[in-house]
């Protein structure tokens, strides 16, 4: 990142310093609620992730029903792809964003849920499209991110085919805005296939319409401190055996499997007591 030339000030003690992209985007982040991250993938990478995500999507059809999803609200979603394809594993697992989130929220922190998301073509509404959190029901604001949402995009996000609104500052807010604050402050974010639409996840968003003829295919990130429980224990979904990387299985909770009892709780605590 070239260094830009100092602007003029007055009366400034304290000012930050964004070193480098990912500074950069840190730094826009904590102040506007979001942020684009280029994800360091090539053509070929990409093409595996939207040829395993279509893939994906018709064996959950298949798998669970095309039309039992469609009235869950599901048949535009495929929970957990990592679970079923390594590629999108090396997703969740991309270097850039995994360093965003320890400078934003800190170390441990864990994979909450990764669910692929298609904005579809000539519709006037999908599960996407009203405004909220990522961590929705909730009204407070915190001095640092609990949560940071990663949408990576496989397709690009136009205008067009409904790229992400965003109420900029909103997680500064505990009340979502008033109508007329969102009409005048709202943008929509375009970003390049290969990018991450990074936000605080208590940035109010939401699709916009897909006027294209295409759907739009993105996967969903959400990290969150341990604390906060996964949408989907992935421990039990993917199993004990599922990797051996300490850094993976850190990140998606194996080291901090919920107790069922009080004597594995203790067991728990003697565990980290020796390691």
């Known amino acids: 990142m070239s260094s830009p030339a100092k602007l ?9 310093e964004a070193t480098d992209s990912l500074g950069e985007a840190a730094e826009t982040l ?11 993938l090539d053509a070929n990478q990409l093409d595996r992730l939207r ?9 959950a059809h298949e798998r669970h029903g095309a039309e039992r999803l469609r009235k869950l609200g599901e048949a535009d979603l495929v929970r957990c792809p990592l679970g079923e394809d390594t590629s999108f594993l090396s997703l969740a697992t991309n270097h850039r ?35 909220h959190r990522d961590l929705p029901y909730q009204h407070f604001t915190s001095s640092r991110p609990l949560a940071i949402n990663a949408l990576f995009c496989l397709d690009p996000f136009t205008v067009e085919n409904g790229a992400t609104l965003v109420i900029p500052a909103s997680h500064k807010q505990e009340a979502f805005p008033s109508e007329a604050v969102i009409a005048a402050h709202s943008r929509q974010i375009e970003a390049p296939a ?9 940035t109010y968003h939401c699709g916009g319409l897909n006027r294209s003829p295409r759907d739009r295919r993105a996967v969903n990130h959400l990290y969150t401190i341990a604390m906060m429980r996964q949408q989907i224990d992935l421990v039990a979904h993917l199993g004990e055996g599922f990797s051996e990387d300490p850094a993976v299985r850190q990140l998606l909770g194996f080291n901090h499997p919920l107790p069922r009892s009080v004597a594995e709780f203790i067991a728990q605590r003697e565990r980290r007591q020796s390691s």
């Open 97 to 131: 964003i995994l360093a965003l989130c320890e400078q934003l929220i800190g170390p441990g922190f864990v994979l909450n849920q990764q669910n692929g998301i298609v904005n579809p073509a000539g519709v006037t509404s999908y599960s996407q499209s009203a405004f």
């Open 8 to 16: 003029a000030r007055y009366g400034v003690r304290i000012a930050n």
């Open 194 to 202: 290969g990018s991450f639409l990074v936000l605080d996840a208590m």
């Open 51 to 59: 040829n395993g995500f279509d893939g994906l999507r018709l064996a």
């Open 30 to 40: 904590q102040l506007l609620g979001y942020a684009v991250v280029n994800s360091g």
